[in-house]
C-alpha cells in the first residue's frame, strides 16, 4: 500500500512568520509531486506543484523535495490569516495515472 | 474557462433511495477521477476513468456503488440502495494524461442520508 504521511495538525503559527508544512512518502519510484490547499467547506486546490529535487519557488510558496530521502515540504512565508486552512501533500503513483493524497495538515495562521 | 462542474451541490434523502452525482470534466482531459471526503478517512478515490474507460475500481466500498462515463464530458457516481454511512462530500477530478499532469477538482456534492 503506497502511502503519503502528514502530521495532522492543527499547525498554529503567528501572522508574518514561515509556515512549515511537511510530507513523507513511501513509492521511491515517483517523479510527480503536489500541493492543494483546501479551505474547509471547499474543495482542493491545486497551489504547487514539483518535480526535481530542490527548491521551487512561487510568490510567498516555496516548494522543496527531497527524493533521496521521500520527502517534500511547503515553507508559506509572511503567513496571513487567508493562509489559514488544510494543506494536502499529493504524489503520483509510480505505477498507475492516480495521485495518493496525504490526510492533510491543518494550518491555523493566528493574527 | 469553464472547471470541473458537478451537480447537485447539496443532496438531502432518506435511506434507501437511489442518489445520482453527476461530473462534467475540462474539455480536453482524458482521466476523471471520482473521491469520497470524510471526516474519520480523508480523500479516497473511488474510481477513475481513462478516455470513458473504467481503470482501477478497487476504492468503490461495495456494489451498492457504481460509475459511468458514457462519453467525454459526462459521468455519473450512482449508490442504490443509499445508507446513512454514505453521507460524506463527493469530488470529481479530471486531468491530461502525463506523468507531470495535476487533478483538478470540482465543488464537490454534499450529501447526507437521512
Known sequence: ?111 | DAGVIQSPRHEVTEMGQEVTLRCKPISGHDYLFWYRQTMMRGLELLIYFNNNVPIDDSGMPEDRFSAKMPNASFSTLKIQPSEPRDSAVYFCASSFSGVNQPQHFGDGTRLSIL
Open chain 1, 1 to 111: 500500500q503506497k502511502e503519503v504521511e502528514q502530521n495532522s495538525g492543527p499547525l498554529s503559527v503567528p501572522e508574518g512568520a514561515i509556515a512549515s508544512l511537511n510530507c513523507t512518502y513511501s513509492d521511491r519510484g515517483s517523479q510527480s509531486f503536489f500541493w492543494y490547499r483546501q479551505y474547509s467547506g471547499k474543495s482542493p486546490e491545486l497551489i504547487m506543484s514539483i518535480y526535481s529535487n530542490g527548491d521551487k519557488e512561487d510568490g510567498r510558496f516555496t516548494a522543496q523535495l527531497n527524493k533521496a530521502s521521500q520527502y517534500v515540504s511547503l515553507l508559506i512565508r509572511d503567513s496571513q490569516p487567508s493562509d489559514s486552512a488544510t494543506y494536502l501533500c499529493a504524489v503520483k503513483d509510480s505505477s498507475a495515472s492516480k495521485i495518493i493524497f496525504g490526510s492533510g495538515t491543518r494550518l491555523s495562521i493566528r493574527p
